[in-house]
Structure formats: C-alpha cells, structure tokens
C-alpha cells in the first residue's frame, strides 16, 4: 500500500512530488505516457519567476525531477488507465497492475488537441505534428505551417522560422489570442505569414503518404485554396488527461477536474487534484506548479489526520 500516489509529470506533479517528499512521504510518482509533460515539449520559458534570461521547458522539468528525487520521490513509467474506491483506499490500474494507495494527487495534464480531420491520426509523424520542438529541426528550407492564434502558435511558429523557409500561420480569425508580446513578436518576424479567417478543411499527400498541402477555406468569402507545406504544426489547445476518472470525480463538460472550492480536494477523500487537468483559465507552469504545491500539502494533511 502505498502512502500517496502521484499522477503525471509536468509542472504540478513534479512540484507536488517535491513537497510531498520533502514531507517524508516518498511519493510513487507515475510518468505517463509525456513525462515531463507540455513544458519538455516547449522552448524557452520567460515567465517562470527565479530564471531572469529565462529556461529551456525541458531543462527547467529536468530540474524538478532532480530536486524531487534528492528529497525521495520514487518514478516509475506507467500510465494510469483506471481508478477504483476500494474499502476506504484507493487504487489505480497502472500498465495492467493495480496500486494501492491512501491518498493520490491528479496531475494528468492535458494533451494537444487535434482538428478532427479524416486520416488525422495515420498523418502523425507522416508531416503532421503538435510538437514544434520535437519535430521542427526536420524541416529545413521547406515551406510548413502552423494552426491556431494563442501562445502556443505564436511560440511554434518563431521557433519553425530557425528551420523553415516560410511559416503560415493559420488562424481561424482575424487576429491572435496570443498575449500582445508574444503576438508582436511573431508578426514581427518576416519569415511569417499570417493566414487570416482561414480553416484547414484537408490535408493532402503526396503518393509516399506524406503531408503536401492543406485545403484551406476563407472563412468570410467561402472561397477554397490549396497551400503547399511540408508540415502542418497544430497548435489549437489541449485536452485533460481525465478520462480514467469519469465518472468518479466531478468534472465540467470539457473534462477538467472540479475539485471543491476552495482547494485541490475532490469529493472523495484522500483524492486532491492539480495543474492543467484542473484548469482551463490559467494553464500556465507557475500556476500548475502552485496547484502542486496545494494538492502535496492537502495530501499530507489528510495522511496526517487518516494515520
Ligand atoms: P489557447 O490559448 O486555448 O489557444 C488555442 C487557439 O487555437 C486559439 O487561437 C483558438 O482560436 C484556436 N482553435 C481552437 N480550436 C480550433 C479549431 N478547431 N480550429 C482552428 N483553430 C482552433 O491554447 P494555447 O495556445 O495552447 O495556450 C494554452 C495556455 O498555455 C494559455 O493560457 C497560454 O497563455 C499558455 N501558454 C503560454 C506560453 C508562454 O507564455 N510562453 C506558451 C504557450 C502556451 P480562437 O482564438 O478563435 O479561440
């Protein structure tokens, strides 16, 4: 039986596992199936308070992971597909084997978010991509493109200008989501291409099955195109990680956790919540971290109050 059990790898669940272990709890923490999570995709992070040039994402979780293993934080690659109640404990099925545990802290995350387009998951890795980071080198000199109009987009499409030869940037409106700096930034940049009021209705292969262009449709006249790009980077926000707790745990109808308010705690003891599964406002490292940080101190309350 373990004491707390631990759910993802990203920014709260690193920063839970810190305190928890710290707390002399040794938490299990189990990586999924993106340890690290969004933060080892991404480039460099400005904003996270204590790095004034700034952090790579992957260096800054790298970090975390170290400074929870330092206090006793024990990881494990497993991937959470069930949860159960079992007679005042909990357990979840880990890559087919169940563990017990008293308590357990929800930092699943969220994964990227696809168009829904047919054939969409067969061109994965076949030129198209939710990682800019993890695939932009593989593009040099060719024409690629990015999808959505938030911080996420704006990143990839400046990080993809080291390596392509043009970057569109396709935006369903007429101007970007992205905070004003970093909308600014990109638009200033001149191998971008903005791609106003426009949707990707197609992705089109060449014979080898890999991607040649998009299809794409005005969303004001109607009119259709066809744009040539190597790659399609899809960058139109994320998904919670939360499936294995439908119907467990109350959550809205997108799928983010609802623990209660105010707190990480959810209506089953010894469950606390954290990070991005929780919160479809602020979606941010600092704040998934602060989540963390709640969730790990919750957790060592109800371990200290349940024996
Ligand atoms: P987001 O802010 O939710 O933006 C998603 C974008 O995709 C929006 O522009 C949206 O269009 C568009 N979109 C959504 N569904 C679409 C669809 N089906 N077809 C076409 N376009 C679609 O997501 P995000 O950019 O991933 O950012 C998530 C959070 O992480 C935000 O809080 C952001 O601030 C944060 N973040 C921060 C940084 C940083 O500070 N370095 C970097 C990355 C992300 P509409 O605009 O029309 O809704």
């Not at 631990?6 to 199936?33: D, F, K, M, N, Q």
């Not at 291409?193 to 794409?216: H, I, Q, S």
Request: glycine share 12%; charged share 20%; hydrophobic share 40%.
């Amino acid at each position: 039986m373990e004491k707390l059990v631990i759910i993802g790898t990203g920014c709260s669940g690193l920063t839970a596992a810190i305190y928890a272990a710290r707390g002399g709890h040794s938490p299990l923490v189990l990586e999924g199936t993106h340890p690290g999570g969004q933060l080892s995709t991404t480039t460099l992070v400005e904003n996270f308070p204590g790095f004034p040039e700034g952090i790579d994402g992957p260096d800054l979780i790298y970090k975390m992971k170290q400074q929870a293993e330092r206090f006793g934080a024990r990881f494990e690659y497993k991937t959470v597909t069930q949860f159960e109640q079992r007679n005042g404990h909990l357990a979840v099925l880990a890559d087919g084997e169940w563990i017990e545990t008293k308590s357990l802290i929800v930092a699943s995350g969220a994964s990227a978010r696809y168009l829904g387009l047919p054939r969409e998951q067969e061109l994965v890795g076949h030129g198209l991509t939710s990682c800019a980071t993890c695939d932009g080198a593989f593009y040099r000199n060719v024409p690629v493109c990015v999808i959505g109009g938030g911080d996420s987009a704006a990143e990839e499409a400046g990080f993809l200008t080291r390596f392509a030869s043009k970057v569109y940037l396709i935006h369903r409106r007429d101007s970007l989501r992205a905070s004003k700096i970093m909308a600014d930034r990109v638009l200033a940049n001149p191998k971008v291409e903005p791609v106003w009021n426009t949707v990707v209705t197609e992705y089109l292969t060449d014979e080898g099955g890999e991607m040649r262009a998009v299809k794409l449709q005005d969303t004001v006249t109607g009119a259709e195109r066809e744009l040539e790009v190597k790659c399609v980077f899809v960058a139109i926000g994320h998904v919670p990680n939360t499936q294995p707790f439908r119907g467990h745990l109350d959550m809205d109808e997108s799928g983010y956790l609802l623990p209660n308010s105010p707190g990480t705690s959810t209506k089953i003891p010894g469950v606390f919540v954290a990070g991005d599964a929780a919160d479809h406002v602020y979606r941010q490292a600092i704040t998934a971290s602060g989540t963390g940080c709640a969730a790990a101190l919750e957790a060592e309350r109800f371990l200290a109050e349940h024996g």
